[in-house]
């Protein structure tokens, strides 16, 4: 476990770097964005993964791994819109805003691989690559139905998931 929360957080740090220089860049122009926006916007990304990974090859000079890393900062940008302190954004931190839910993902993360272990190691990059957009369209679903569920989890767990399944995906390019 201490080998994966050190390769995880080395994944975090890189996607943090560039959600700061794109803040930089671009401002915040990001939270003008609903959140089913950012949830399109997120499966556009998956759905570019997955027709990488078939085709085995992509046209546009990017693999992989900045899609993975777009899809870590959309759902970051996700949680902290959802957060019930983002209101007053002329003061917002949101590089500390990104930190604290980077937290909240890595809490989560330790609660299932205690129980899971290491699992998601022996998994494919493809298979997790089908289980988040399995976890977009479940959130899609949501979304259609004003937030509401009857058992499953919301969309902040979605998010949560999907965050952790994309950097376990960036440990394992790295790795190869």
Not at 68 to 93: H, K, P, Q, W
Request: glycine letters at 4%; a negative charge; aromatic letters at 10%.
């Amino acid at each position: 476990m201490q080998n994966t929360e050190t390769e995880y957080r080395k994944v975090i740090d890189a996607c943090l770097d560039i959600f700061e220089k794109k803040n930089t860049d671009y401002g915040t122009s990001w939270k003008i964005l609903r959140l089913p926006s950012i949830t399109d916007q997120i499966f556009i990304k998956a759905n570019r993964i997955r027709t990488i990974q078939e085709k085995g090859f992509s046209k546009v000079d990017e693999g992989q791994s900045p899609e993975f890393i777009g899809i870590i900062n959309y759902c970051v940008m996700a949680l902290i819109l959802m957060d019930e302190r983002f209101e007053d954004t002329s003061n917002y931190d949101f590089i500390a805003a990104y930190k604290q839910q980077i937290e909240e993902v890595i809490q989560l993360l330790f609660n299932k691989n205690h129980d899971y272990g290491e699992a998601w190691r022996e998994m494919r990059i493809s298979s997790m690559t089908d289980i988040i957009l399995m976890k977009l369209l479940r959130i899609k679903q949501i979304e259609d139905n004003a937030g509401k569920t009857l058992i499953s989890e919301g969309i902040k767990a979605g998010y949560q998931d999907i965050i952790n399944y994309a950097v376990f995906c960036l440990i394992k390019l790295e790795n190869n």
